[in-house]
């Protein structure tokens, strides 16, 4: 791009003829139809469907793996349920909060505050206060309102279940509105860190989203792109490829949707006329890139510093090695930094994420009558753990 001029580059933004609408595209849009997730728009509207008559719905508790469609179905009956409710003069709200970036008991309340219209400052107020002034503003909204915590064990896992106790007993403060919870996660094990009586409130109603497969995927795109793209634009090997690359993912629609996306936005840059399966080769290497520093970057101190134990054992050539060794590089590197290192059974718990997340490969194997280990080896380059860790002095320092 070397020598071309700003107004030559907006020029060929705009005679490009690839995209009608990028939007449609984004994992945020809720289209006016969920190919293949009938059965579960019609359960879960089913569980919420007393809303429309000023009924307390239960409390619903959404498993499934990323991209299976969990937060598209929640937005989707919610809005259907929104738009009939007022048909027949009742008012249904709903508040969505995702955990993964507000994790912490303020930070979901002041979310949740702020959809009532209720702001409270960023910091400054103790936490139960915060609670008591959205208390005060839902009975004043006076409605049928769904919390809806998305990536909800990011918040119990940072910050504890607190939160979830009190939004599942709320209820019994309110005088003129009526509040039901819903939970999404992709952890199926997530309810095991909640307390019983948290388990047993949140968990009146459960969804499990399976992952789509390679074939309803296509569908998905199919039905997407006819909207997102100008007709005869996509060549006929484009939504098939990114479909199968999505499916080996866990069948993440997430994942098919950014694929077209970017090899969309690939072929518009390049002045292509039409996108090609290259293109969505080199958006999967560019999405695969930006992805795994994502990861990395928003990860707890900890789970890092095994991130950069691994790293520093791989350069020493030692490519897998047990769990032992890894603990006891990560014990150096957190005295180094002044912190007190975590136990070895926390450690292990933290190694298990990194490898439910891809970003370390983990083994057991049997060692005949001493007993079994786990050998661990790491899965990401170097240059996306300088990338991740560019912001934090401390690790770039350790990292050579």
């Known amino acids: 791009m070397a020598g071309v001029s700003l107004d030559e580059l907006f020029s060929r933004v705009l005679r490009a003829r690839i995209f009608q609408n990028r939007e449609i595209l984004r994992p945020d849009y809720i289209p006016d139809s969920l190919p293949h997730r009938e059965r579960q728009v019609f359960k879960l509207a089913s569980v919420l469907a007393p809303a429309i008559k000023g009924a307390r719905p239960s409390n619903v508790f959404i498993y499934g793996v990323t991209g299976s469609g969990k937060t598209a179905v929640t937005k989707y009956v919610l809005k259907r349920l929104g738009e009939e409710s007022g048909k027949l003069g009742f008012s249904v709200g709903f508040a969505y909060v995702n955990c993964k970036y507000n994790d912490t008991n303020y930070r979901v309340i002041a979310e949740l505050c702020e959809t009532l219209r209720a702001s409270i400052p960023f910091t400054g107020l103790s936490t139960a206060e915060a609670y008591r002034r959205f208390v005060r503003a839902l009975d004043e909204h006076g409605s049928t309102f769904f919390v809806v915590l998305d990536e909800v064990d990011a918040l119990v896992k940072k910050s504890g279940d607190e939160t979830l106790y009190k939004l599942t007993r709320i209820n019994t403060e309110l005088c003129r509105s009526r509040v039901a919870v819903v939970g999404i996660t992709n952890d199926l094990k997530f309810t095991e860190y909640l307390d019983a009586r948290v388990r047993s409130s949140l968990g009146e109603e459960e969804l499990i989203f399976p992952p789509y497969n390679a074939a309803e995927l296509e569908d998905i795109l199919k039905d997407r792109a006819a909207k997102a793209f100008y007709p005869g634009v996509l060549d006929q090997g484009v939504i098939p490829l990114c479909a199968a690359l999505a499916a080996k993912e866990h069948?993440?629609?997430?994942?098919?949707?950014?694929?077209?996306?970017?090899?969309?936005?690939?072929?518009?840059?390049?002045?292509?006329?039409?996108?090609?399966?290259?293109?969505?080769?080199?958006?999967?290497?560019?999405?695969?890139?930006?992805?795994?520093?994502?990861?990395?970057?928003?990860?707890?101190?900890?789970?890092?510093?095994?991130?950069?134990?691994?790293?520093?054992?791989?350069?020493?050539?030692?490519?897998?090695?047990?769990?032992?060794?890894?603990?006891?590089?990560?014990?150096?590197?957190?005295?180094?930094?002044?912190?007190?290192?975590?136990?070895?059974?926390?450690?292990?718990?933290?190694?298990?994420?990194?490898?439910?997340?891809?970003?370390?490969?983990?083994?057991?194997?049997?060692?005949?009558?001493?007993?079994?280990?786990?050998?661990?080896?790491?899965?990401?380059?170097?240059?996306?753990?300088?990338?991740?860790?560019?912001?934090?002095?401390?690790?770039?320092?350790?990292?050579?």
């Open 251 to 400: 069948g993440d629609a997430r994942r098919a949707l950014d694929l077209l996306r970017v090899a969309g936005e690939i072929a518009e840059r390049e002045e292509s006329d039409q996108v090609l399966e290259e293109h969505v080769k080199k958006a999967q290497r560019e999405i695969e890139r930006d992805r795994v520093v994502e990861v990395l970057k928003t990860m707890p101190l900890h789970s890092r510093l095994l991130v950069l134990s691994l790293h520093l054992l791989r350069k020493k050539d030692v490519g897998k090695v047990a769990t032992g060794e890894v603990y006891n590089i990560y014990c150096e590197l957190s005295r180094r930094l002044g912190l007190e290192p975590l136990t070895q059974r926390r450690v292990s718990d933290l190694l298990s994420e990194l490898d439910m997340l891809g970003i370390i490969n983990a083994k057991v194997v049997s060692k005949g009558r001493y007993g079994r280990t786990r050998i661990v080896s790491l899965n990401v380059s170097e240059r996306n753990i300088f990338d991740a860790f560019s912001d934090d002095e401390r690790l770039l320092g350790m990292l050579t």
